[in-house]
């Protein structure tokens, strides 16, 4: 397990060097939560009684997914492991004592979480002191927050083991951009990126809160908000945990079958 | 231009090599706007207007914006390749041709993919130049076709901008895509549910609003002023600044040595 972590440390440094990327990236994010706040508050002014969610919910989830996008979004793509399996330096990978899902896995996760961390923190501070009706507020309690930690971590841990099921699938397509885009895209929208999820119709909304998506970005975020509260988020947790638990079964079993086939031409 | 032309067929005959994953991105990149029109759908399932525009209303921004950005992108898709031209040193063999910048870097890269986001705005357009309840006439007509055209010329002008940016700091910035993307994402609504604020910006500044929110007025017979109908027009003097900012980067060009 100290390996994981040390590959995990030395990706998280590494990534945290990248400053003034970061920087233009705050402000697009910034300008982009705002553009996406004043949509539904459009609507909100329509008729606010048919709002599925109370409006200060929607705008704590919009701050929680533009501060934590590195952590949720499944269109950051890790070019490092698509790069090894494409150009063959994946054989330096398996003479290593190390097992190769696990470090994929570690590799991803500090990525995502050093890129969130730089971004989140300004983000954050900055929406905690918009005036009202644009302002994130705290969570409505101590043990909510809590949570919040909680479902933050695994759905990292969904969204990583999900993206590792792509990577997999690259050993068997070389051109892999198609499939990619359409699982992401498919994958975002379905885990509330372009719309949260209470804004779907209800029949469709029942079958997509059980999917894995809505263990990423939608769990944590409506947690953050007091969405979804009480004995909803402890279970809304455990489809977490199982969907963690499930498609990280899957991607070693895939990447087990798969690493025995492999074959790396020379050169 | 027949030079151009000719570089044309030589990207999407490139192109067309891989059938399989031309259409896997192409459809991929249908699914991407189709879960955006998914996204207005569900909104409108709960509400029936926004800011006074019924579902088939907006669906025509949409629809326009989406177009007028799938076409820039096919073009113009050369100056997202700048930075990287830049940083390797490939720019500086661009400037020892005996022909235009911009031209290159326009024959460098198209990316034919995009078409399938024209697709999906060409469904959506089909559908709600119909649903909208317009009274089309010749001169509607022509409006919407000029939304359509100065749309992507503003877009286009917009990767322009990107690209002279990248004089100056090598990287590519992502601040840009609050406009490129954002305009396209977010243009899906009439840009007056945003507020005033920033339909004035969007009208003096970055006037992608002369390409959507006027002319909709216009077509929609909510405003019968000839101002309203050329508003597109006007928006196109954006690529004039965009141009200048173009040229004044290319004069600050220092090689990387690379």
Not at chain 2, 131 to 142: I, K, L, T
């Amino acid at each position: 397990m100290k390996k994981y972590f040390a590959i995990f440390h030395i990706r998280f440094v590494n990534t945290l060097q990248y400053r003034a990327a970061a920087l233009a990236g705050l402000s697009t994010q910034f300008a982009w939560g705002f553009m996406l706040i004043f949509s539904f508050a459009a609507f909100y002014r329509v008729n606010p009684n048919s709002f599925p969610m109370e409006f200060s919910h929607t705008v704590s989830f919009i701050w929680i997914q533009q501060a934590f996008l590195a952590l949720f979004a499944l269109w950051f793509w890790d070019d490092d492991i698509a790069n090894s399996i494409l150009d063959g330096g994946i054989a330096y990978d398996l003479v290593r004592p190390i097992n190769l899902y696990g470090k994929w896995f570690s590799t991803s996760a500090a990525k995502r979480l050093a890129r969130a961390v730089l971004r989140c923190i300004p983000i954050l501070f900055v929406a905690f002191i918009l005036p009202a009706p644009y302002r994130l507020i705290l969570p409505p309690s101590l043990l909510q927050f809590a949570l919040f930690i909680l479902s933050t971590t695994l759905g990292l841990g969904v969204v990583v083991a999900f993206a590792m099921l792509v990577y997999t699938s690259l050993f068997y397509t070389v051109s892999p951009s198609g499939i990619r885009v359409m699982v992401m895209v498919l994958g975002d929208f379905l885990s509330g990126g372009i719309v949260p999820l209470p804004f779907f119709p209800a029949p469709v909304r029942n079958v997509v809160e059980l999917l894995p998506f809505a263990s990423m970005l939608n769990m944590p975020a409506r947690i953050y908000s007091g969405s979804i509260a009480g004995m909803d988020a402890l279970s809304g947790i455990l489809l977490q945990c199982f969907w963690l638990a499930a498609l990280v079964l899957i991607g070693t079993l895939i990447s087990r079958r798969v690493l025995k086939r492999v074959i790396v031409q020379g050169g | 231009m027949g030079l151009y032309m000719k570089f044309f067929s030589m990207h999407l005959k490139s192109q067309m090599q891989y059938k399989t994953s031309f259409y896997f991105t192409a459809l991929g990149q249908f699914l991407a706007s189709f879960t955006v029109f998914l996204g207005i759908y569900f909104m409108f399932s709960i509400f029936e207007e926004v800011e006074g525009f019924a579902f088939s209303e907006v669906l025509l921004s949409f629809a326009v914006m989406l177009m007028a950005f799938s076409l820039a992108e096919m073009f113009g898709r050369g100056f997202d390749l700048f930075p990287r031209m830049l940083g390797n040193g490939q720019f500086d063999r661009a400037l020892v041709r005996p022909r235009s910048i911009i031209f290159q870097t326009l024959a460098m890269q198209m990316d034919f993919t995009r078409l399938g986001r024209a697709a999906q705005a060409l469904i959506v357009l089909i559908y709600a130049i119909p649903a909208s309840g317009v009274h089309w006439s010749p001169d509607r007509f022509f409006t919407l076709f000029l939304m359509i055209v100065c749309g992507s010329l503003i877009f286009f002008a917009l990767f322009m901008i990107y690209a002279a940016f990248s004089f100056f700091t090598v990287e590519g910035l992502e601040f840009m895509n609050i406009f490129t993307d954002g305009g396209v994402q977010f243009g899906r609504y009439p840009f007056s549910i945003y507020g005033e604020g920033i339909l004035r910006f969007l009208t003096f500044v970055i006037p992608l609003a002369l390409v959507q929110y006027y002319p909709l007025l216009y077509l929609l017979g909510r405003e019968d002023s000839l101002l309203y109908m050329f508003a597109p027009l006007m928006g196109t003097i954006f690529l004039l600044p965009a141009y200048g900012f173009f040229r004044f980067g290319l004069s600050q060009y220092k090689s990387t040595g690379s």
